[in-house]
C-alpha cells in the first residue's frame, strides 16, 4: 500500500499560511544583510548552510536548514555575533496571550537538532505579534520578543530520550500498530488510512470524555462507544449517546423541545454574523487579531411560518464598515420579537464587540442581547442522533433535521473561508469582477445560516403538534 497523501489545505488553511510567509518577511526586515536559504530540498539547503556557516564571522541566516539522522530543522533567524549564536523563531500567535506549550515545543525541537549539528544556541526567543501594533506603523513594532532559553533547556532533556525513540520507531522496517489516541479526531488519516476505518463510533465522539477515561477506555479494549458495557458510569449526556448509538435509534424529549419553544416570541428574527480576524490588522486603529463584524443576514418569520423579509449587510472591504453596520442591523432587528441565533455566546460576543466601539448604540443593541434565544441549546438539550458524532454544529445539525438542505453546494460553506475570502477583498487581492462574486458568495453563506436556523426550528416544532 503507497504512502497516504494529505488533502491540500483549505482556502482558510492556506489564507493562514500566506499569512505566517508574510509575518516571516516582515521579521526578516528588522535584520540587516541576512541570507535567505532557499535551494530548493532540504539537502541543498543543509549544504549551503554548512558552506555560509563554515566561515567565521558575524552572520544572519533566514531558514537555515539542519539534518540530523532523518531529522530536518529550519531555524527561522539565526544570528552568529562575535562567535555565539542566537535563535529566533517567528510565531503568528500575539504577545497578550501565554508562550504556548507547542511553541516552546517547536522551538526545543529546533534547538535540539542545532545542538545535535554542534550549534548550541546562547539564546533562544520567540517572535511574536505584539498586541499593540497598528496598521501603518514600522515592522519593528508588529513584533514583541520572548526569551525562551530557560523553558527550551527544561525540556531538552526529555525531547532527546524521545528523539532517540522516534529515530528508533521510524528507523525500523515494520510499520508499528496504531492505537486510538485523543489527537486522532483531528487526523486527516484517521477515516481512510488509519484507525478510524470502518469505525462509526469512535470513542471520542462521546461528549466531554476526559483524557483519563478516554486511556482507560482504550486500555481496556474499549475504543468505539458501542463496545462500553452497561455498567460504566456516564454522565447524562454521554449515556444518551451511547444508548442512541447502542439502538441506532435517535434520542427525543418532546417535553424540553415544547418548554424551549413555548418561549418564543413573534415575530421572529434569525440572525446570523459573520466576521474576520487577521494578524496583519486590515484597518487603521484595529489590534491583531481583533475580530471585526462584517455582514449578517437576518430572517423574519411569523409563528405561522410566513416569511416576512429577508435583510442582509455586507461591510465595504476597503473601510471599517461596523458603523453603518451597526445602525443598519439596529434598524432591521426591529425591537420587538425573539432573535434566534445558533450558538449565543458566539454572536453576543459580536455583539459587545460593537458596544465597545460604539457606546452611543449600547442600550439598543444590548436590548437584542436581550431577546436572543439559542437554538443550538434547545437542540442540545432535546435531541440526539448517531450520526451528530457528538458535534451539534449548524453543518451537523442540518442534514439531519433538513436532508435536502447542505453547505456543500455553495462556493463558500463554512465560517472560516468566509473570513479569509473577506480578508482577500480588503487587501484588494481579486480582480473587480472576481470580487463581486467573492461577495455575492459570502451574502448566500450567512443567508443560508440563518435560512437552515429557520427550517431546523420548523422541524422541532413538527416534532412537537
Ligand atoms: S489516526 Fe491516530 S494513530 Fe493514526 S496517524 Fe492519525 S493520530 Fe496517529
Not at 39 to 59: D, P, R, V
Not at 150 to 157: D, I, K, P, S, T
Not at 170 to 192: A, H, V, W, Y
Request: charged share 25%.
Amino acid at each position: 500500500m503507497g504512502v497516504p497523501v494529505l488533502p491540500q489545505p483549505s482556502y482558510s488553511q492556506e489564507a493562514i499560511i500566506q499569512e505566517g510567509i508574510k509575518i516571516g518577511e516582515m521579521a526578516r526586515t528588522l535584520f540587516s544583510d541576512g541570507i535567505l536559504i532557499n535551494e530548493g530540498s532540504n539537502i541543498l539547503n543543509y549544504k549551503k548552510t554548512l558552506q555560509l556557516i563554515a566561515n567565521a564571522g558575524n552572520i544572519t541566516l533566514f531558514e537555515a536548514t539542519f539534518i540530523y539522522q532523518n531529522a530536518v530543522a529550519r531555524a527561522d533567524i539565526l544570528q552568529r555575533i562575535h562567535g555565539e549564536w542566537f535563535l529566533f523563531e517567528v510565531k503568528s500567535s500575539v504577545t497578550s496571550d501565554q508562550v504556548k506549550d507547542e511553541e516552546i515545543d517547536d522551538a526545543t525541537y529546533t534547538g535540539m537538532i542545532l545542538d545535535l549539528c554542534g550549534i548550541q544556541a546562547k539564546t533562544i526567543s520567540l517572535m511574536r505579534v505584539s498586541k499593540d501594533y497598528r496598521l501603518g506603523m514600522d515592522n519593528r513594532t508588529f513584533f514583541s520578543v520572548t526569551d525562551c532559553t530557560e523553558a527550551v533547556q527544561e525540556r531538552l532533556l526529555n525531547f532527546r530520550c524521545k528523539f532517540d525513540s522516534i529515530m528508533d520507531a521510524t528507523g525500523r522496517s515494520n510499520k508499528p500498530t496504531p492505537t486510538l489516541i485523543m489527537p486522532c479526531k483531528q487526523c486527516d488519516f484517521f477515516e481512510n488510512h488509519c484507525v478510524g476505518k470502518g469505525v462509526p463510533d469512535p470513542l471520542f465522539d462521546l461528549s466531554r470524555i476526559s483524557s483519563k477515561k478516554f486511556n482507560e477506555f482504550v486500555a481496556n479494549g474499549i475504543y468505539r462507544i458501542s463496545m462500553i458495557p452497561a455498567h460504566h458510569i456516564l454522565t447524562s449526556s454521554q449515556e444518551i449517546i451511547w444508548q442512541t448509538v447502542k439502538n441506532q435509534r435517535p434520542w427525543c424529549d418532546l417535553n424540553k423541545i415544547t418548554e424551549h419553544l413555548n418561549k418564543i416570541v413573534e415575530p421572529v428574527y434569525y440572525l446570523d454574523f459573520e466576521t474576520v480576524s487577521t494578524a496583519i490588522p486590515l484597518y487603521p486603529d484595529i489590534t491583531p487579531y481583533e475580530t471585526i463584524v462584517t455582514q449578517y443576514s437576518i430572517h423574519q418569520y411569523t409563528a405561522l411560518w410566513k416569511e416576512l423579509a429577508h435583510c442582509e449587510f455586507l461591510a465595504e472591504q476597503h473601510i471599517d464598515d461596523r458603523r453603518r453596520l451597526t445602525e443598519r442591523l439596529l434598524d432591521d432587528i426591529g425591537t420587538t420579537g425573539s432573535v434566534i441565533v445558533y450558538h449565543a455566546a458566539a454572536e453576543k460576543r459580536f455583539i459587545l464587540s460593537l458596544v465597545d466601539i460604539f457606546p452611543d448604540l449600547a442600550n439598543r443593541l444590548l436590548a437584542i442581547i436581550d431577546r436572543i434565544i439559542d437554538l443550538k441549546i434547545i437542540v442540545q438539550d432535546s435531541y440526539y442522533h448517531q450520526d451528530l458524532h457528538g458535534s451539534y454544529s449548524i453543518k451537523a445539525v442540518l442534514p439531519i433535521f433538513v436532508p435536502d438542505m447542505n453547505y456543500n453546494e455553495l462556493d463558500i460553506g463554512d465560517g472560516l473561508t468566509a473570513s479569509a475570502v473577506f480578508a482577500n477583498l480588503a487587501r484588494g487581492k481579486y480582480p473587480p469582477d472576481e470580487a463581486v462574486i467573492y461577495r455575492n458568495n459570502l451574502m448566500e453563506y450567512c443567508k443560508q445560516d440563518t435560512f437552515a436556523m429557520v427550517r431546523i426550528h420548523q422541524k422541532l416544532a413538527e416534532l412537537v403538534v
